[in-house]
């Protein structure tokens, strides 16, 4: 458990919010929080979703961001343009490892960036004629695609481009799906609206078009959705749910295929990793399709342990049978695991600040290793997540949402992590603090860290982050100061 009582920890949180004026510490004091495992609705102790204060500085990704670089990007042999500027297209382009079979600009296109690259004479006149004859020219230019998704970029919505009537009448033209999604970056108050918008964009342009279709189907017919194959996670994922006697009929959106998502209102079974990003067109495939969707957590063999029994339970006793053999196959190895890295590790106090599901999700694989997570938050949670995330934490830990720099720098600095896992944009301030640090958004470069080879690569990354001589070589600002104090109250 934390070593600050629930009364330190709110004492700290107050401490943290004294150097902001009135307003801005009453509105930020409702996203800080100490963990109790007691309450049931997380809204009762912390409040999510809600727009970040003008001038604070905030590591939220915008609305465009959330379909080009998460929901929709990965699907590999797809064309994804970005309509708008060309700065917004540039940024995305290959920037979170999103691995993928296939030949680069052949039969795969994730990687590439396709950009209407407007100018100012667009922004008075418009783009839509401009945006078809760009789609025009893909198709004649990279003829294996299979369709297109229009990402619109902030002055899109603002001129009023017509990308709907585009994509209707490009579709005729080229004879494949094209999509319009209306991600422009200030929608909603995080990316996170657009995960909703991009999953309504799959349901209404894309779910449908095999509705009529025949597909041999099998009892055991399962999806993969929200992994975004970050390092190779859902391959890592595939293997043992393979070996359970599962069939994986479609994995999206990393490594995905538009046939693939086409395909899986044919499943019996969706599983899902990402609960933020996907959760809305899994609901949506349960009430027209039928399908039961189920979150599922491969972080740590804990966690993978209760996810297979879990996923094994809606199917047969063969799967059943099966699913505790691959649990029992691949436990000598995590007890190897296990017993090499947990003596390096044991107590270490982890801080977690990311998006998405990891910093609830993750938390079962540090406890495997012997460490503590002390404080979680996330980027752009809603209160479902913080729901989840009350009961994997401990009493008195902290929660903070949408945090800003600073209270991060404070908290951080007060609470003395052994290792913080966070964002690139956090990365370099605390490496220059002497704290240890992981990238979680895209593992620091490493990965998989899903499934029982990625636990491997998850415990070896912990210990040579936090074993690294190189932290003892440096001191941290605030003991620099403390020093040259010293050093002048005995001269």
Known sequence: MSTL?????????????????????????????VNDQSVEQAKKCITSNRKSLPGVMTVRGCAYAGSR????????????????????????????????????????????????????????FGGDKKLATIISETEALFPLHKGVTIQSEC????????????????????DKVVVPVRCEGFRGVSQSLVHHLANDAIRDWVLSNRDAKSFESTPYDVTLIGDYNIGGDAWASRIFLEEMGLRVIAQWSGDGTLAEMENTPKAKLNLLHCYRSMNYISRHMEEKYGIPW??????GPTKIEESLRRIAACFDDRIKDNAERVIAKYKPMMEQVI????????????????????????????????????????????????D?????????????????????????????????????KEKYIFQKMGIPFRQMHSWDYSGPYHGYDGFAIFARDMDMTLNNPCWGKQTPPWKVAKSSDAIRAAA
């Open 69 to 124: 670089g998460v929901v929709w990007g990965p699907i590999k042999d797809m064309v994804h343009l970005s309509h708008g500027p060309i700065g917004c297209g540039a940024y995305t382009r290959a920037g979170r490892r999103n691995y993928f079979t296939g030949t680069s600009g052949v039969d795969a296109f994730s990687e590439l960036c396709f950009t209407s690259d407007f100018q100012e004479k667009d922004i008075v």
């Open 5 to 33: 009582s629930r009364e330190e920890t709110e004492s700290m949180i107050q401490e943290v919010l004294e150097v902001y004026p009135e307003k801005a510490k009453k509105d930020r004091a409702k996203h800080l929080a």
């Open 339 to 386: 017993a090499k890295y947990k003596p390096r590790l044991q107590g270490k106090k982890v801080m977690l600040y990311v998006g998405g599901l990891r910093p609830r999700h993750i938390i079962g694989a540090y406890e495997d290793l012997g460490m503590e997570v002390i404080g979680a938050g996330y980027e752009f949670a809603h209160n479902d997540d913080y």
């Open 294 to 299: 189920m979150e599922y957590n491969f972080f």
């Open 388 to 424: 989840r995330t009350i009961k994997e934490m401990g009493n008195a830990t902290l929660l903070y949402d949408d945090v800003t720099g600073y209270e991060l720098e404070e908290l951080v600095k007060r609470m003395q992590p052994d290792l913080v896992g966070s964002g690139v």
């Open 155 to 174: 002055p899109i919505g603002l001129i009023g481009d017509d990308i709907e009537a585009v994509s209707k009448k490009s579709a005729k033209e080229i």
